[in-house]
């Protein structure tokens, strides 16, 4: 079985971003990135699968600038066999992601896609099942555990208010909540052997897609501040404010 | 993993050093395997420095640094010394080491990070998020490399379901290029009795912040300095502010943790700095974008230890070339590391036995300006210990006339031995912060980007666990909880018999080193965390 | 121009959300209709019908619908969008779920999470975990939107649309429901509640976390924590709120003995209301809040629950 892993470079989560001052669009110069830790889990439950014998191959995707190359390293020191650039300096919406991926797809003729369920910069939660619509493949979205059933995959999803599994004929598309599992540690020799893996670099070109869409982001700004509050005196206050005022109770 | 050569630590200092050593290897055709560990996620994460900076030794390393892009992009055009009383400031003549034509006003961590791609593109294995955690030794008890940190420890140390144990790195020759007070050096100095013979290293701790200030009041190369106000006259110290580009300015603030009065609060007077009338204007209608602290060596010729050992040597601040009076640290810890570089080349060249001492280190950077500049240097800081108004004479005489060539010595003081008795001091009233110009401890230390996986061991040590409550807090009033810009050390009130404890909160820390080096008992042991942990600082 | 919203409901009960969903959807055109689609699921279309401002419920009874897949979902709105100018559903799991795989379809964008409608192709979404506002335009000849329940207010009742029957749409058999697992807590999921009681290190004690769980009986609210509760052994590590742990936004956060440390402050930011109790009043928590307390918890808090029951009596 050969899994595909798309990955994305993204500021990481540990570092706070902020409005260029003239709000046309997020300053992340010389800031930390990572891979996306959603797509980090689809990675270690692509190696763990890759482990147990079950899948044969695992190809780490991305699409981004030619730094997005650290990430796929990062993608080979977890575990992937191969992976493929492809570049672009451009910030491209997921409908246009998901053009290119099913592109991917049908070159490297996976059985499994596992990425991540969301981009911690964009936030979309688009792409998995914007790409297993365009294939038209059966998704399972959100997963918090992942069986490999015959000929069929077994996705238990994270739903508000509990969890919902569902099993989906192969190939099909995973897209991966938190509580999958935690990915490992990368091991030190397992970084320099990352370095000799084979890494294919293309132009996104090549693929032959579109890269227009209908959609654009035009300004950033703050989140709104909040206005002062008030002391209150005692309990009374309180209720009299929460009921009242604020209508919250 | 065996190399040549393993570099702990990507600062200017190892990253020359890991330069220069390629440079020769190709020069001469041999192969030279080169590694360079970093603590932080990434390269530049954990540097911080004002920073004026001296492009001397970069000149000499890659002399065609600009073709190559380097990132240093603004001149320095003007240079002010102030004399900060409260409400006023007095403009001194700018001393002839303060002079800054030819400098630039730059990001270090930006530098460190071009200087990592250069050193890459000449075949230098560059390793962030592994930090070095232990020294290894040989039989005959030379140094023979490094391990790294585990991974997945739980809090009692035990092994956690993810547990990744440190791998060993072995090397004919290990620099430790740690920084100022590094971890692994601590205990290089001991074992080796590095500082037989040497008077004790002095520190100061910088606390930095860079704001987007109002184009209108943004100076492209302006530098100032200042001494005097907010602090009290005994206690050494001084701000500065540097206008970068892009509408950008590092502020900052030094005291030295020779300071006496527990009561002090380094990050407080930081704060108070940005509020003085000559200061304040920059920052009105700004917005602080980065935050982040660091302690510095101030001990310059004295406090330098035994640099060479077997099987290794210590290079930059970790030993300590920084130029108080230049508040130059930087050249001079790229100018140790690329004499580093030469005097273990040609050690590996002629006995290419590993756990061989690199002896003529010292002897060599004698022969350079680092030293040559430092001797003249050297009375200048301990002066200070007068206080400021005999510290500044003092020192307009070494300069002026003895030009540095006074036929003495001053010696330095331990810095965690300088701190007097709670009972015997003044508590210092700072004001509140204001949200706009000043600010409080945690809100600061969110713009760190600092953080530390959960579930991982305090990587403060405290040797003796009661020592805070016995001594730290009854006989010096909890001076971590003031000393510590991050807001790591809390005395919380327990509500019974015991009064308080002690709160570490480790996660915050920005890895300043400033507890190691200030704890009136030393009982404070700064160990590595888990690799890729600690600040992320976005260019300081 | 039309808009089409997609009704969330358990074949049952219409849920709130899609009366919020509605109200985003008033705000973008002037006339709206309602898809519900579902099994045995009649009362969820009167509903939708009795909600104001809608103009017309399509009602969908089928089995095929009875576990709302996203695959069946996504093609019963495909065969239905060519109508309308753009397509609603609630930024839940389920409306994540199918609506990327309608707008792919169309091969449109998808306008996720919005905040805020400024006019009919110009929206305001969250983006980097709500650090950053984002103001997007969306020109393609369907816009496929999701819209966070929160920031909308839910629409009222007193509409009286008429419920028009469609077909099934041909179900694609890409998946197959097997099981589901319905958290059943005596209280709301900390994630989904309306109303958060967090406590801190002042506190106290895990007893001290007693006095919460009283008052949040009284409000059927979901127990949160701080990370120095959590550190102190008060609380388990699932009640942590805040950078580090759950970020939550309910209509009322109530923080007892919370610090307020920045880590802390980024995990509950954006609830609706926040009410500090804390002894310290120079606490970071109590200048932070809409309104702040300063008091002994082990008064205030038995006081506050007993005002709130002799409120609802």
């Known amino acids: 079985m050969k899994v595909l892993v798309p990955v994305k470079r993204v500021v990481d989560y540990t570092v706070r971003v902020r409005p260029r001052s003239d709000g046309s669009g997020v300053d992340i110069a010389n800031l930390k990135m990572s891979m996306n830790p959603f797509d980090e889990i689809a990675m270690e439950e692509a190696v763990r699968l890759r482990e147990a014998g079950v899948a044969t191959e695992v190809v780490a995707v991305s699409i981004g600038p030619a730094a997005a190359q650290d990430t796929l390293r990062t993608a080979l020191a977890f575990g992937a066999d191969r992976a493929l650039l492809l ?51 059966g998704q399972g979205t959100f997963a918090c555990r992942l069986e490999m059933g015959d000929g069929e995959v077994i996705v238990t999803r994270e739903v508000d208010g509990g969890t919902r599994t569902v099993a989906l004929g192969l190939p099909a598309v995973v897209s991966t909540d938190l509580r999958l599992n935690e990915p490992r540690y990368l091991k030190l020799p397992n970084i320099m052997k990352a370095k000799k893996k084979p890494l294919d670099r293309r132009p996104l070109d090549s693929l032959g897609v579109d890269t227009r869409s209908g959609i654009r982001m035009v300004s950033v700004a703050e989140p709104p501040a909040r206005k002062p509050g008030v002391r209150v005196a005692d309990v009374g206050e309180l209720l009299d404010k929460l009921k009242n005022e604020a209508q919250v109770i | 993993m065996e190399f040549d050569v393993v570099i702990v630590g990507a600062g200017p200092a190892g990253l020359a050093a890991a330069i220069r050593l390629r440079q020769q290897a190709k020069q001469t055709g041999q192969d030279l395997s080169v590694c360079v560990l970093e603590k932080g996620s990434e390269v530049g994460a954990h540097i911080l420095s004002g920073a004026v900076f001296a492009p001397r030794a970069l000149h000499e390393l890659l002399p065609d640094w600009r073709e190559r892009g380097a990132p240093l992009n603004t001149a320095v055009s003007e240079d002010q010394f102030l004399l900060l009383t409260q409400g006023r400031a007095l403009r001194l003549p700018t001393p002839p080491q303060m002079h800054n034509q030819g400098n630039y006003i730059i990001s270090l961590g930006n530098l460190c990070r071009w200087l990592a791609e250069q050193a890459e593109a000449l075949g230098v294995e560059v390793l962030p998020g592994f930090p070095a955690a232990e020294v290894l030794h040989d039989e005959q008890g030379a140094v023979k ?30 620099l430790f290029c740690e920084g100022c007070h590094g971890s692994l050096t ?65 502020v900052g603030f030094i005291v030295g943790l020779d300071y006496e009065n527990p009561y002090l609060s380094p990050f407080e007077e930081m704060q108070r700095f940005k509020t003085h009338p000559a200061i304040r204007p920059v920052f009105e209608g700004g917005k602080r974008i980065a935050y982040g602290a660091r302690a510095l060596v101030e001990g310059g010729l004295q406090g330098l230890p035994k640099l060479s050992f077997p099987g290794g040597l210590l290079v930059g601040d970790t030993a300590g070339f920084l130029d108080v009076p230049r508040i130059k640290g930087s050249d001079n810890a790229m100018k140790s590391g690329i004499t580093a570089a030469e005097t273990v080349f040609d050690l590996l060249t002629s006995s290419p036995a590993g756990g061989a001492e690199a002896s003529d280190f010292r002897s060599r950077l004698d022969n350079t300006w680092v030293i040559r500049e430092l001797h003249r240097a050297r009375n200048i800081r301990p002066g200070f210990r007068w206080g400021l108004w005999a510290g500044l004479a003092h020192a307009a005489v070494d300069t002026y006339v003895f030009r540095g060539r006074a036929p003495w010595t001053l010696r330095h003081h331990a810095d965690h031995e300088r701190l007097r008795p709670a009972r015997d001091c003044q508590p210092i009233d700072y004001p509140r912060p204001d949200g706009a110009i ?99 600082y976005p260019g300081m | 121009m039309t808009v089409l919203v997609v009704a969330e409901h358990d074949h049952r009960h219409l849920a709130d959300v899609t009366r919020r969903t509605v109200s985003a959807a008033l705000a973008l055109g002037d006339a709206v209709d309602v898809l519900v689609a579902g099994q045995d699921c009649q009362a969820v279309g009167e509903a939708a019908a009795a909600l104001e ?47 990327p795989r309608v707008a792919a379809r169309l091969d449109v964008a ?32 369907i816009r496929v939107i999701t819209v966070r329940p929160t920031a909308f207010d839910p629409v009222g009742e007193g509409g009286s649309a008429s419920i028009e029957t469609v077909p099934a749409a041909q179900d694609p058999g890409l998946s197959r429901f097997v099981e589901e697992s319905l958290t059943e807590s005596e209280r709301p999921e900390l994630g989904a509640a309306r109303v958060v009681v967090s406590g801190g290190r002042g506190v106290g004690s ?100 007993d005002g709130l029951r002799a409120l609802k009596s």
């Not at chain 2, 790294?148 to 004919?172: C, I, K, Q, W, Y």
């Not at chain 2, 996660?507 to 400033?514: A, E, I, L, S, Y």
């Not at chain 3, 089928?62 to 753009?86: C, K, M, N, R």
């Not at chain 3, 905040?115 to 950053?132: C, D, L, Q, S």
Request: contains cysteine; aromatic residues 6%.
């Open chain 3, 206 to 305: 895990a007893e001290g976390f007693q006095l919460l769980e009283s008052l949040a009986d009284e409000l059927n609210a979901a127990i949160g924590a701080s990370r120095a509760a959590v550190d102190a052994g008060f609380v388990p590590n699932d009640y942590q709120v805040g950078q580090t742990g759950k970020v939550v936004a309910p209509e009322l956060y109530i923080a007892v003995g919370i610090s307020g440390a920045i880590q802390h402050w980024a995990g509950m930011k954006d609830s609706k209301v926040v009410v500090a109790i804390n002894r310290d009043e120079e606490a970071p928590m109590v200048q932070m809040a809409d309104y702040a307390l300063v008091g002994d918890l082990f008064e205030v808090l038995p006081a506050l629950r």
């Open chain 2, 186 to 250: 601590k205990t290089l100095i001991d074992r080796f009795r590095l500082r037989e013979g040497v008077g004790p290293q002095t520190y100061g701790l910088g606390i930095k912040e860079v704001w987007e200030v109002d184009p209108t009041r943004h100076r492209p190369g302006q530098v100032i300095h200042s001494v005097g106000w907010p602090l009290d006259t005994r206690t050494y110290g001084g701000g500065f502010l540097y206008h970068l580009e892009d509408n950008r300015v590092a």
């Open chain 3, 110 to 141: 998808q306008v996720s999470d919005i905040t805020g409608i400024e006019g009919p192709t110009t929206f305001e979404r969250p983006i980097y975990a709500g650090n950053v506002m984002a103001r997007v335009i969306c020109e393609d000849p």
């Open chain 3, 53 to 99: 401002g809608v103009s017309r419920v399509l009602l969908c009874d089928d089995p095929t619908y009875a576990h709302q897949l996203a695959e069946p979902l996504a093609e019963l709105v495909i065969s239905l969008a060519s109508d309308y100018s753009a397509v609603l559903a609630a930024a839940t799991t389920q409306g994540k779920d199918f609506m």
């Open chain 2, 438 to 536: 000043t600010f409080d401890r945690l809100s600061s230390v969110f713009l760190s980007n600092t953080n530390h996986e959960e579930g991982q061991p305090i990587h403060l040590k405290l040797r003796d666990e009661n020592r805070p409550t016995a001594l730290n807090l009854p006989v010096y009033a909890g001076p971590e909880a003031r000393y510590c810009p991050a807001g790591v050390y809390e005395y919380v009130e327990t509500g019974d018999a015991n009064g308080s404890r002690l709160q570490i909160n480790a996660q915050n820390c920005v890895h300043c080193k400033t507890c190691d080096i200030k704890d009136p008992d030393q009982n404070i042991d700064w160990v590595v965390p888990q690799g890729g942990d600690g600040p992320n």
């Open chain 2, 145 to 174: 490399g490094v391990a790294t940190a585990d991974m997945g420890r739980n809090p009692d140390g035990s092994e956690g379901p993810r547990f990744e144990p440190g791998v060993e790195l072995h090397a004919r020759q290990t």
């Open chain 1, 87 to 137: 570049e672009t300096e451009e910030s491209l919406a997921p409908v246009v992601i998901s053009r290119a991926l099913a592109a991917v797809v049908g070159e490297e003729s996976p059985d499994l896609v596992l990425m991540g369920k969301q981009a911690i910069d964009d936030d979309c939660n688009q792409t998995a099942q914007m790409l297993a619509a365009r294939v038209g493949w």
